[in-house]
């Protein structure tokens, strides 16, 4: 199913492999523990709005809704075929040891991969771009340490999981719509809202 997305992609008007302009980078001392976590959330749901500046690419970026729209032509359940195509097109890749990288939409779109927080942005920034709410939910597996996140998409009212780094390689587990890693027992999730309001249905057609 990849396959087809990408050939959607290829053959739409823009070229998600070639960036316009180079990007603008931004360092920032990364706080110890819990609140680094929290400081990296809110750096991700910036992202996904588009509030980064000079130049983050959040979910008005008409690139990023020409992606969304190639993605989902031809598919009914919109997403699922979001989902999908960043699950198994954009390839996952560890972050820099000691450092957390934060990588808007656009960006990962072109460079094809990401890590686990620049996978969720991605897949976030393309469900904002067809009306439907998401927001991030970070594990810590040991209780204290969160280590892992993905998203959560509001659909028919419920939230549902999705965890666009469960792509069936390198030892990671294959997972589709409504699908999350099972934690031990003492291991704790947190959810970080994305948007602030009410949003409808779909609209990528």
Not at 4 to 21: K, T
Not at 47 to 53: C, D, K
Not at 135 to 143: C, I, K, S
Request: proline residues 5%.
């Amino acid at each position: 199913m990849a396959a087809n997305f990408s050939a959607n992609l290829q053959s739409s008007a823009y070229n998600p492999l070639h960036s316009a302009q180079p990007a603008a980078i931004t360092y920032a001392p990364l706080l110890g523990g819990v609140d680094g976590t929290f400081q990296t959330l809110d750096a991700m749901a910036q992202s996904v709005r588009g509030e980064i500046s000079p130049d983050f690419s959040g979910y008005q970026d008409p690139y990023n809704a020409q992606v969304a729209e190639a993605i989902v032509r031809g598919n009914v359940i919109v997403p699922v075929a979001l989902l999908r195509y960043v699950r198994d097109s954009i390839q996952y890749i560890d972050h820099p040891w000691n450092m957390q990288v934060v990588q808007d939409c656009r960006r990962t779109l072109e460079a094809g991969s990401g890590d686990c927080v620049s996978k969720s942005v991605c897949l976030a920034t393309l469900l904002a771009t067809c009306g439907i709410e998401s927001r991030f939910v970070a594990q810590a597996t040991d209780g204290e340490n969160y280590d892992h996140v993905y998203l959560q998409a509001r659909l028919d009212g419920q939230w549902v999981s999705l965890d666009p780094t469960a792509d069936g390689k390198g030892g990671r587990p294959l997972g589709d719509v409504g699908w999350a890693q099972v934690l031990p027992e003492g291991a704790t999730e947190t959810t970080y809202p994305i948007f602030f309001s009410d949003w409808g249905e779909s609209t990528c057609q």
